[in-house]
T-cell receptor, first 112, second 111 residues
Framework: EAQVTQNPRYLITVTGKKLTVTCSQNMNHEYMSWYRQDPGLGLRQIYYSMNVEVTDKGDVPEGYKVSRKEKRNFPLILESPSPNQTSLYFC???????????FGDGTRLSIL | GQNIDQPTEMTATEGAIVQINCTYQTSGFNGLFWYQQHAGEAPTFLSYNVLDGLEEKGRFSSFLSRSKGYSYLLLKELQMKDSASYLCAVSSQNRDDKIIFGKGTRLHILP
């Protein structure tokens, strides 16, 4: 089954404790993205990758890092999380610019 | 820069028709997507328009006018399960094909 898998689904942690949210897709897609979704602000792109070893900042990249060492994986790293990064995060993959994005189920992060 | 506007909320009655509008400003337009998102769930793809005109897919249709920077999503024979947020998203080749989402329209269906 074609899917995008994110882990964990839920996480409560404390300020400053490094964390990684994993994302994996099994569709051999070139494009992958990370978004955060906040009430009243909609989906905002954090980082974007067009291919292995190619990443680019989205609209809200501050405080986040990503890597794309393999086509299927695109982890999101918060080196020193802060409360303003409490949000619902989605990973998405896309085969080409004119094809729809497939989203993971989301990760709800709470930073205390 | 890019800007996408859509109404924040709409209400319609079961069995009726509703039209959700989306206006956008972008350079290097590469296509427009509509997604449906139920509360607490991931967005799911509804339609894609890159050329002017109407694309019909069952109860859902999507229209695009590139010259006016305008699209709408038309939902017919509304069902209670259509209660969700509807997201308009634009792809721009001037932004390396990155996709920008509107803030979404929350649709409430009344029985």
């Amino acid at each position: 089954e074609a899917q995008v898998t994110q882990n964990p689904r839920y996480l409560i942690t404390v300020t400053g404790k490094k964390l990684t949210v994993t994302c994996s897709q099994n569709m051999n897609h070139e494009y992958m993205s990370w978004y955060r979704q906040d009430p009243g602000l909609g989906l905002r792109q954090i980082y974007y990758s067009m291919n292995v070893e190619v990443t680019d900042k989205g609209d809200v990249p501050e405080g986040y890092k990503v890597s794309r060492k393999e086509k299927r994986n695109f982890p999101l790293i918060l080196e020193s999380p802060s409360p303003n990064q409490t949000s619902l995060y989605f990973c998405a993959s896309q085969g080409a610019f004119n094809q729809p994005q497939h989203f993971g189920d989301g990760t709800r992060l709470s930073i205390l | 820069g890019q800007n996408i506007d859509q109404p924040t909320e709409m209400t319609a009655t079961e069995g009726a028709i509703v039209q959700i509008n989306c206006t956008y400003q972008t350079s290097g337009f590469n296509g427009l997507f509509w997604y449906q998102q139920h509360a607490g769930e991931a967005p799911t793809f509804l339609s894609y328009n890159v050329l002017d005109g109407l694309e019909e897919k069952g109860r859902f249709s999507s229209f695009l006018s590139r010259s006016k920077g305008y699209s709408y999503l038309l939902l017919k024979e509304l069902q209670m399960k259509d209660s969700a947020s509807y997201l308009c998203a634009v792809s721009s080749q001037n932004r390396d094909d990155k996709i920008i989402f509107g803030k979404g329209t929350r649709l409430h269906i009344l029985p």
